[in-house]
C-alpha cells in the first residue's frame, strides 16, 4: 500500500476561547517537536504554520483572513486560478479574486467563503522555498 503526502496544508487559523491556555499548551508541544513560538501579542501567536487567535481579535473578525482560515498550497499561479474558478461554480463565494497579497513578495492567493462562511484560500509562494514537493510512503 502506498500513500500520498503532499503539501496540501499551507497554513491554518484556530480560534480558542483561552489564549493564554492555548499558548502554554502549543508551547509545550511545539518544544518538543523543536519549533518556537514565531510572535504574539495580547490576543494571538503564531507558530510555523499555525495562527491562533482570541474570537475578539482582529484576525478572527475578518481584519485579516477570516474568522476561520484554512490555506492550501498550489504548485503555481495556474492552480490558484483553477482553485477559484472550481469553488465558485461549486457554490462557493467569492472572498479576494486571485492575485498578488502584500504578505510577502511572490504570495498569489484567491479567497472563498465556503457554504458553512469558513475562509478558505490557495496560495502560491512564488520564489519562496519549501521542504518536500510530496513524500510517497510504501508499507
Given at each position: 500500500m502506498e500513500l500520498y503526502r503532499g503539501r496540501l496544508i499551507d497554513h491554518l487559523h484556530l480560534v480558542v476561547r483561552d489564549i493564554e491556555a492555548s499558548r502554554r499548551f502549543y508551547s509545550s508541544l511545539f518544544e518538543v517537536l523543536g519549533i518556537p513560538i514565531g510572535g504574539g501579542a495580547e490576543d494571538?501567536?503564531?507558530?510555523?504554520?499555525?495562527?491562533?487567535?482570541?474570537?475578539?481579535?482582529?484576525?478572527?473578525?475578518?481584519?485579516?483572513?477570516?474568522?476561520?482560515?484554512?490555506?492550501?498550497?498550489?504548485?503555481?499561479?495556474?492552480?490558484?486560478?483553477?482553485?477559484?474558478?472550481?469553488?465558485?461554480?461549486?457554490?462557493?463565494?467569492?472572498?479576494?479574486?486571485?492575485?498578488?497579497?502584500?504578505?510577502?513578495?511572490?504570495y498569489y492567493a484567491c479567497f472563498l467563503i465556503d457554504p458553512d462562511g469558513n475562509n478558505i484560500e490557495a496560495v502560491f509562494h512564488g520564489p519562496a522555498k519549501r521542504s518536500a514537493d510530496a513524500v510517497v510512503v510504501s508499507f
Open positions: 494571538h501567536f503564531w507558530a510555523d504554520e499555525l495562527f491562533v487567535s482570541t474570537p475578539d481579535s482582529r484576525s478572527a473578525q475578518g481584519v485579516l483572513t477570516g474568522r476561520h482560515h484554512l490555506a492550501f498550497q498550489a504548485k503555481d499561479r495556474a492552480m490558484v486560478d483553477a482553485f477559484y474558478h472550481a469553488g465558485l461554480a461549486a457554490g462557493g463565494k467569492d472572498n479576494g479574486a486571485p492575485g498578488e497579497r502584500r504578505y510577502h513578495p511572490g
